[in-house]
């Protein structure tokens, strides 16, 4: 089984509004919500792709009860933990630049923590983690690596997404999988990544710095870099109309683990991947599979190993 991990999750807000004034009133000309949170946007994607997963998390109050009504009626399974307080609300506001203000997680008790690590202290080898998104304010962001050392001692493969402190923790522990945007990556070794011929340079700089099996550096428009002992490639992405960032990056995680445990040639498992993520930004919502199907036939893998 897949299970994705949420330990943040959120309804996210869309909202486009024309010529926006701060300041001012400014009405909606659009507007939607999503349960989302980094795992979550996994684990609809990969139902999509038809891959059956579970998603963990933390929910609670009217937002959690949306989240979980949301993922009932997707048909997702889930096994979320409840907390007190309401779970946060991520706003999206799309004006001529898209702005995000992404809010605060309830509290998540020591109690809390440990329903988690009782849940995933069932994991077996056959099992496939998925740790993505932010860290609650009050949890550790050491709480991934405690994680992944965890289940490590049962061969658990583990994904992660993340950013920021959290990030900097889980490269100690020689991770399976990470997928940083270039940005991340970026500050992940306090440099700058613009072109994907930096982002390969620097990308083999973090694979001798630290023992990471796969790297999946996703450039937005630019496409993605894969890194790993072996090989380093780049995917192009496919031509589009780009209506929607939101759950690009983790469409593309939902891709790769899809190929990867289908066992594709490397290759296509990337392939798979970026057209997911550009599936994603192509639609209002998140990518279908036939979208992902029609897109990876436009994508061109070349190696850049010399
Ligand atoms: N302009 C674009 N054209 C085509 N595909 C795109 C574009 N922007 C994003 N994508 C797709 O989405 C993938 C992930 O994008 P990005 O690098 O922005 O990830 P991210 O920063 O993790 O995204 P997010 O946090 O917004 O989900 C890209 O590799 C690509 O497949
Ligand atoms: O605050 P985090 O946990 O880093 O990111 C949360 C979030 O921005 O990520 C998803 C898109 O990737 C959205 O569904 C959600 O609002």
Redesign the pocket.
């Known amino acids: 089984m897949i299970y994705t991990l949420t330990l943040n999750p959120a309804v996210d807000y869309i909202v486009n509004v024309s010529n926006f004034e701060i300041g001012q009133v400014n009405r909606a000309s659009k507007e939607s919500k999503f349960a989302g949170g980094?795992g979550i946007?996994v684990s609809k994607v990969l139902t999509r792709l038809e891959k059956e997963s579970t998603a963990l998390g933390f929910i609670g109050g009217f937002t959690g009860q949306y989240i979980q009504t949301s993922l009932d009626k997707e048909k997702i399974s889930s096994e979320f933990i409840q907390v007190n307080g309401d779970t946060r609300i991520n706003v999206k506001l799309k004006t001529e630049e898209e702005s995000e203000i992404n809010g605060i997680s309830p509290t998540i008790s020591e109690e809390n923590l440990s329903s988690l690590k009782e849940q995933l202290g069932h994991l077996k080898s056959t099992d496939v983690l998925v740790l993505a998104g932010s860290v609650p304010d009050t949890v550790s962001s050491s709480i991934y690596t405690e994680i992944i050392d965890m289940v490590k001692e049962r061969n658990v493969k583990v994904f992660v997404?993340t950013s920021g402190p959290a990030l900097k923790e889980v490269m100690k522990t020689s991770p399976f999988f990470i997928?940083p945007?270039?940005?991340?990556l970026a500050e992940l070794l306090d440099v700058t990544v613009n072109t994907v011929e930096e982002a390969a340079h620097f990308g083999k700089k973090a694979l001798e710095k630290w023992d990471i099996t796969h790297l999946l550096i996703?450039?937005?428009?630019k496409?993605?870099v894969y890194i790993s002992k072996d090989e380093v490639m780049h995917?192009t992405?496919?031509?589009?109309n780009?209506v929607n960032?939101?759950?690009?990056?983790?469409?593309?995680v939902a891709g790769f683990i899809a190929g990867f445990e289908e066992g594709l040639p490397l290759e296509e498992v990337l392939a798979t991947?970026?057209?997911?993520?550009?599936g994603?930004?192509?639609s209002n919502g998140f990518c279908t599979k036939d979208l992902v199907h029609s897109l990876k036939k436009n994508i061109k893998i070349t190696s850049l190993q010399q």
């Open positions: 980094k946007n997404d997928k945007n270039h940005h991340e996703s450039m937005a428009g496409g993605a995917a992405v496919p031509s589009g780009v960032s939101v759950g690009a990056g983790d469409s593309m991947a970026v057209a997911a993520g550009s994603t930004a192509f």
